[in-house]
């Protein structure tokens, strides 16, 4: 099905692509209230200290 994902993206996926990136960026930082299911470009709030707030867009798009 277009625009739907077979699984979700999750805050833990999204650590692990910054970690590959050497960015130590965790689980905790990152604000993601439910899991991503579904294709698409999302704005990520990270949160990397209590006053320290960014924000990221992530775009989702599946495999070919």
């Known amino acids: 099905e277009e ?3 077979y ?3 999750s805050a833990d996926d999204i650590s ?4 590959a990136k ?3 960026i ?3 930082e ?3 209230p439910t899991p991503i ?7 990520i709030e990270l949160e990397l200290a209590p006053e ?3 924000s990221i867009k992530l775009k989702v798009s599946a495999k070919e």
Not at 37 to 43: I, L, N, P, Q, R
Request: proline share 0%; hydrophobic share 35%.
């Open 37 to 43: 299911k579904a294709v698409g470009e999302y704005d």
């Open 30 to 32: 990152i604000n993601l």
């Open 22 to 24: 050497k960015f130590n």
């Open 16 to 19: 692990e692509l910054f970690k």
């Open 52 to 54: 320290i707030k960014t």
């Open 7 to 9: 699984g979700s993206v």
């Open 3 to 5: 625009g739907h994902l």
């Open 26 to 28: 965790s689980t905790d």
